[in-house]
C-alpha cells in the first residue's frame, strides 16, 4: 500500500494528514475551513484516495494560511507515498462538468513543480470562502508533490460549480497518473530513469 502520514506544524497552522494513494475515496476531513472540506471531499472520492486532514489555523486572521499549508501537507504526503514512482502512469488528465461549469486538469509527475492555473471566477467568494485562495491550496500542492499541473475553468456562470469542476477533475486526474500501470511494473516512466 502506498501511504503515508506527515504532521506540519508551523506558528500560524499545525497539520496532520494521512493518505492512502491506493484507497476506495474514504476521508476524515476537519480544516476548519468547510468549504475547504467539501473540495477536498471532490479529490478524495474522485481520486479514490483515502484521505485524512486535520488542520487547527489561524483562522481568527483569515482562512489563507490554512488553505495553503493543508495544500502544501497534502503535497509532501503524496509525495512520500508516491516513492520513486516506478510503475506509474505519471501522466493525467480529466474533464469534469457540473451544470453550466466545465473544467480540466492535467498533470505530470514530472519532479519539476508547475502550476498553470487559468479560472476566471464569477464572484470573489463562496459563501465565506475567498476563491482567490483556490491558486494557493494548488501552488502548495503541486511545489510538494513535485508535479507539474495546468488548470483549466473552460466554461461557468457559478463560482461553487467552477471551484468545484477544479477539484473534481483533480481527483479524477491524480487517479490517473497515479495509477500502477502493471506493463512497467518497477520501471520509472522516463528517458532520464528518474523522476
Do not use: W
Amino acid at each position: 500500500m502506498r501511504t503515508a502520514e506527515i504532521t506540519r506544524n508551523t506558528n500560524e497552522t499545525r497539520i496532520r494528514v494521512a493518505i492512502n494513494l491506493d484507497g476506495t475515496g474514504r476521508q476524515k476531513l476537519n480544516t476548519g475551513v468547510p468549504f475547504l472540506d467539501h473540495m477536498l471531499d471532490q479529490i478524495a472520492r474522485h481520486g479514490l484516495i483515502d484521505l485524512e486532514v486535520h488542520a487547527e489555523g489561524d483562522l481568527h486572521i483569515d482562512a489563507h494560511h490554512t488553505v495553503e499549508d493543508v495544500g502544501i501537507t497534502i503535497g509532501q504526503a503524496i509525495a512520500k507515498a508516491v516513492g520513486d514512482k516506478s510503475g506509474i502512469r505519471r501522466y493525467g488528465h480529466a474533464y469534469v462538468p457540473l451544470d453550466e461549469a466545465l473544467s480540466r486538469v492535467v498533470i505530470d509527475f514530472s519532479g519539476r513543480p508547475g502550476l498553470e492555473f487559468h479560472v476566471p471566477f464569477t464572484r470573489a467568494r463562496v459563501g465565506d470562502f475567498d476563491v482567490d485562495l483556490t491558486i494557493e491550496f494548488f501552488q502548495g500542492l503541486v511545489n510538494h508533490a513535485l508535479m507539474t499541473m495546468h488548470i483549466d475553468n473552460l466554461r461557468g456562470v457559478n463560482a461553487h460549480h467552477q471551484c468545484e469542476t477544479i477539484f473534481k477533475a483533480c481527483g479524477r486526474a491524480l487517479r490517473m497518473a497515479l495509477e500502477l500501470d502493471p506493463r512497467s511494473a518497477g520501471i520509472v516512466p522516463s528517458t532520464k530513469g528518474v523522476l
